[in-house]
Nanobody, 124 residues
Framework: QVQLAESGGESVQAGGSLRLSCAAS????????IGWFRQFPGREREGVAA????????HYVDSVQGRFTISQDIAKKTVYLQMDSLKPEDTAMYYC?????????????????WGQGTQVTVSS
């Protein structure tokens, strides 16, 4: 079992920045990818970014490319999502998830373990 704990969500104004953290614990030896996802009210969860845990590869969806950056601190078993140039349409609940070897790293159904989420609200 892998436990994930997100933090860092808060309310900011448009154009601002936030850094979300995802701390992993438990049996992480089979965790190869960690992804960030978000869910808008009344909509399905969607991918944001993903990273090969302990590796180099990163993946982004088009809507955040160039504005969001995913990174990791392996020693702390923590993955970060730096979010810059935030827009009101980025307002959502943000989740991190852990998985094995996803074929499509930003697809939610490729991941097995999920955190509880952290709310990001961007005001105009």
């Amino acid at each position: 079992q892998v436990q994930l704990a997100e933090s860092g969500g808060e309310s900011v104004q448009a154009g601002g920045s936030l850094r979300l953290s995802c701390a992993a614990s438990g049996y992480t030896f089979n965790t190869n990818y960690i992804g960030w996802f978000r869910q808008f009210p009344g909509r399905e969860r969607e991918g944001v970014a993903a990273i090969h845990f302990g590796g180099q590869s990163t993946h982004y969806v088009d809507s955040v490319q160039g504005r969001f950056t995913i990174s990791q601190d392996i020693a702390k078993k923590t993955v970060y999502l730096q979010m810059d140039s935030l827009k009101p349409e980025d307002t959502a609940m943000y989740y991190c998830a852990a998985g094995g070897w996803p074929r499509y790293p930003t697809r939610p159904d490729e991941y097995n373990y999920w955190g509880q989420g952290t709310q990001v609200t961007v005001s105009s």
